[in-house]
T-cell receptor, first 115, second 110 residues
Framework: NAGVTQTPKFRILKIGQSMTLQCTQDMNHNYMYWYRQDPGMGLKLIYYSVGAGITDKGEVPNGYNVSRSTTEDFPLRLELAAPSQTSVYFC??????????????FGNGTRLTVT | LAKTTQPISMDSYEGQEVNITCSHNNIATNDYITWYQQFPSQGPRFIIQ???TKVTNEVASLFIPADRKSSTLSLPRVSLSDTAVYYCLVGLYNTDKLIFGTGTRLQVFP
């Protein structure tokens, strides 16, 4: 039982390049989330999903896209990377939102630098 | 948008009890209140979750008044390793968005 796994751990992109941040969980959780955290700041919700085939925007979705074709995977796509997207990206999952099992489980993050 | 409000920072000394209060005026009927701890370069880690009154586990207690518009995380006898950022989290009213507030940076001194 690995929990939430994010790859890669680190990545440097040039401006205008694209990449996909991978997130997979093996806990059969319905809910999955992508957050970004800029240095010294709190977490901002980018996108979330309440189940396979369903995604919705969070607080800061511009410049990102997601898909949820399976329960396990929730990749985050960056198109045309910009320096403002330099951040640490965290993926999280939970069984539900409102029950005691709704606690978020976080991955270890992907540290992205865009230069 | 509904949001949470916490003190930006708090200082304490080893062995003291620390209470961090979070305001969440727009909490929805179905929302639980969850607190997380985050160390540098790590993802947040679940501490405790509650719906009303008091919840206690091996690391913390959570106090929630009857109106549920606030909650207080209580850390008994803190140590240096409790230095971290603490976030309270409730769902936005009538959606599944989970929006973090700014968090409280707790510094524990020897």
């Amino acid at each position: 039982n690995a929990g939430v796994t994010q790859t890669p751990k680190f990545r440097i992109l040039k401006i205008g390049q694209s990449m996909t941040l991978q997130c997979t969980q093996d806990m059969n959780h319905n809910y999955m989330y992508w957050y970004r955290q800029d240095p010294g700041m709190g977490l901002k919700l980018i996108y979330y999903s309440v189940g396979a085939g369903i995604t919705d925007k969070g607080e800061v979705p511009n410049g990102y896209n997601v898909s949820r074709s399976t329960t396990e995977d929730f990749p985050l796509r960056l198109e045309l990377a910009a320096p403002s997207q330099t951040s640490v990206y965290f993926c999280a999952s939970s069984y539900t939102r409102d029950t005691p099992r709704g606690a978020l489980h976080f991955g270890n993050g992907t540290r992205l630098t865009v230069t | 948008l509904a949001k949470t409000t916490q003190p930006i920072s708090m200082d304490s000394y080893e062995g003291q009890e620390v209470n961090i209060t979070c305001s969440h005026n727009n909490i929805a009927t179905n929302d639980y209140i969850t607190w997380y701890q985050q160390f540098p370069s790590q993802g947040p880690r679940f501490i405790i979750q509650g719906y009303k009154t008091k919840v206690t586990n091996e690391v913390a207690s959570l106090f929630i008044p009857a109106d549920r518009k606030s909650s207080t995380l209580s850390l008994p006898r803190v140590s240096l390793s409790d230095t971290a950022v603490y976030y309270c989290l409730v769902g936005l009213y009538n959606t599944d968005k989970l929006i973090f507030g700014t968090g409280t940076r707790l510094q524990v001194f020897p």
